[in-house]
């Protein structure tokens, strides 16, 4: 099981930018793929963003696309999500997610139920 602490959320105005990050410990050094969801009230939990184990391949939700950057730092046991012009529809509690060892480094999984560890989350409203 991995353990994953969740930062940097809070409260900025449109335009703006905030840096999510996510800590990992306890099963780390295997294959795992990583991801930032969101949820907002009232709506389902919705993939952000996520990176395969080595980094070599992201997804990117299209409502981000061209806004927001996943990376992570293996050494570091990190992953970050860059969000730079920000709307009022961000407007979420976002969480970090973690999937069990896969068989192929390079997927991303796009839907939550392939995620097995989940931090607390963090909020971010972004007002207008």
């Known amino acids: 099981q991995v353990h994953l602490t969740e930062s940097g959320g809070g409260l900025v105005q449109a335009g703006g930018s905030l840096r999510l990050s996510c800590a990992a410990s306890?099963?780390?050094?295997?294959?795992?793929?990583m991801a930032w969801f969101r949820q907002a009230p009232g709506k389902e939990r919705e993939l952000v963003a996520g990176?395969?184990?080595?980094?070599?391949?992201?997804e990117l939700a299209d409502s981000v696309k061209g806004r927001f950057t996943i990376s992570r730092d293996n050494a570091k046991n990190t992953v970050n999500l860059q969000m730079n012009s920000l709307k009022p529809e961000d407007t979420a509690v976002y969480y970090c997610?973690?999937?069990?060892?896969?068989?192929?480094?390079?997927?991303?999984?796009?839907?939550?139920?392939?995620?097995?560890?989940w931090g607390q989350g963090t909020q971010v409203t972004v007002s207008s």
């Open positions: 306890g099963r780390t050094g295997s294959s795992f793929a």
């Open positions: 990176i395969s184990w080595r980094g070599g391949t992201t």
């Open positions: 997610a973690a999937t069990r060892p896969l068989r192929l480094d390079t997927i991303v999984p796009l839907i939550p139920s392939f995620y097995d560890d």
